[in-house]
Structure formats: structure tokens, C-alpha cells
């Protein structure tokens, strides 16, 4: 179904798949293919998420064995779909179809759900962190109460014990999506669990995503992927250029940042430093285990002004207690 998917978005170019394990055709049997075609120019694209040991060390070694054979062959390897823009999009929208919304809900709608993500796992940490940034990522995104991150592979949390934790936390909507690109023995494992735990857990609801498959969006990032080997991607932009884009939108505003440093000006006075610090809104200000459950304990000044007074009220009135000296909760940089 991905291959199909690549094949009209480019239909002129010959596009051949290949698994490297368990199943056929291989990658040698894919690249025996376009060589039997006449082609001697070809462009791999892993299908990987991230960039473990498959992508790392296996496919790598596969395809130079492969070019040692045909010398007159030249091969081009190129990235995994990585953290992008666009793999967050499809994850999303798994998600959402799981939920049965058609957008991401109203800040707070999903205050009351865990989000558990199930990523492969690797012996590599720094792919297992990346399942766990996307688990993040998405969370915020999409506003979830909490959220965990268990694994099928070898790492931990494993999928079963990481479900044992997870129901322990007490939310009575659990939402588990595989971050996994196909299917295959380890999908039906893991909706396994995930039945096991919701038989002897049926005081709560358990919704289960699909995997990403053919996603639109997955499609898009592969076409990048082959865009940046035959050459006609642009270049990543800079942190600049991603500033001046935000500009244009009205994203941002030019500032002078707190702790930049300024020459001592007796004319300015204290309070229009105060003045010049500030953060950016945060929409998740109210979450029930955010921000909030820190007010009147250090809190910026500049995010305490983001709080709506029925929430300041609310957190006030239960075991905090407000410091009867206001300045000892400012930071540094917000006391006059």
C-alpha cells in the first residue's frame, strides 16, 4: 500500500520495495529488479521510524555487499523519517480516528485521558528517546492528561508491565497507539495486551489506534526523503529562517530577552526591565498537573499573570498556602 502510494506521487520513477527480514521479496530481490530493468542509478529510502540498528548498521551493510557485486551500480542511501513535521501529523490523526474527532479537541477536552504511546524498542537509547519525544510531543499537541511510553522490543517499559503502571494512575480513558509503521506478530500482541488489561480493568475505557501505514502524510515525508537524494529538496532551513517565517505570521514579536545583557542605563528604571520579560502563552496553563500546582511556589511572575483568577483561587483554596511575602515568589529577573 506505501509503495502504491509512492508510485503516484512519482510516477515516473521505477519504485521497488524490500524487507530486509522474515519476508519477501528482500532487499536483494528488490534491487535485482531495477536492475533487470536497465537502471544503474537507484535511491533507497529506509523504511524505518528511526534510526536504529536496521537503518544504522543492516541496511547499510546489505546494500554495500550489493554494490560490491555490481560495480557499475551506484547507490544512494538515504535518511529515516525521524521526528517530522509531518509523522507527527499522521500520528495525530491516528489518534484522532481512534477518538472519532475529526480535529484536535478544545483545550482541556482530553484533561481527563491517558495517551499511552507503544514504540518498538531498540538496544539503541538514543531511538528509544526518540519514540519518547514523539510521545511528548503529540501529548501536548493534542492536550492529553498524561502520558507514557512503553516498548514491545528490548527496552522497558515493556507493553504489559507498562500497562500494569498505567492503570494504576487512575484515568478512566486510556488511548494506546502504536507508533509502528506496518503491521505484522507484534500489532496482534500488543491489542493483545491492551484486551488482557481492559478485561480486568473494566471500570475503564481503553481505545486502541492503528498504526500509521499508508498515512497521507507518511507518504509526504518518504517523498522528502527521495527529494533530498535525487537532489531537488531545498535545504533545511536555519533557525533563522524558521524565526522570520513565524514574524511574517505574527507568531512572534521582536524583543530584548531578559538575560541579555545591556549597558547600565540609571534612566530606565526597574520597572520597565519587568516590563521587558516575559513568556510566550502557553495554552495548557490550566492543565490539572501543570503549572498551576506550583502557584504561590516560585511561579514567574510572567506566567502567574497567564492564569485565570478562578484557577489561582482554586489552587489557593486547597492545601497551599499563599507566602505572606509576594516578592519571595519571584524569580530573580521578575523582582523590582
Known sequence: MLASGLRQRYPRLNIEYGFLEYSSPNIHMALNRLVEKGINRIYVVPG???????????????????????????????????????MIKAFQGRILEALERA????????????????????????????????????????????HETVYSGVTFPSVGAGLEMAVK?????????????????????????????????????????????????????FAERIGELIGDATRPPTLMDDFKARLAHGEVTIHHHHAEFKPHDETQDSAHHHHEHHHAPYRHIGHPYGP????????????MGQFPPHIIDEERQGEKKPDPDPSANLTPQCRQ
Open 103 to 146: 480535529d484536535i479537541p478544545p483545550v482541556g477536552a482530553l484533561y481527563d485521558t491517558l495517551l499511552v504511546v507503544v514504540g518498538r524498542g531498540t538496544s539503541v537509547a538514543m531511538a528509544n528517546a526518540e519514540v519518547a519525544k514523539m510521545t511528548r510531543l503529540v501529548s501536548e499537541n493534542m492536550g492529553f492528561g498524561w
Open 292 to 303: 498551576r500546582t506550583m502557584i504561590d511556589e516560585n511561579v514567574c511572575c510572567c506566567f
Open 169 to 221: 494512575l487512575g484515568f478512566k480513558k486510556i488511548v494506546v497507539a502504536p507508533y509502528f509503521l506496518f503491521s505484522g506478530r507484534l500489532m496482534g500482541r500488543i491489542y493483545a495486551y491492551v484486551d488482557r488489561i481492559a478485561a480486568a480493568h473494566p471500570d475503564i475505557s481503553f481505545l486502541k489506534c492503528d498504526y500509521l501505514r499508508d498515512h497521507p502524510a507518511v507518504i509526504s515525508t
Open 48 to 86: 524505518m521510524l528511526f534510526a536504529a540498528t536496521h537503518a544504522k548498521n543492516d541496511i547499510p551493510s546489505v546494500l554495500m555487499t550489493y554494490q560490491h557485486k555490481h560495480p557499475d551500480l551506484t547507490i544512494k542511501y538515504g535518511r529515516e523519517l525521524g521526528i517530522h513535521h509531518n
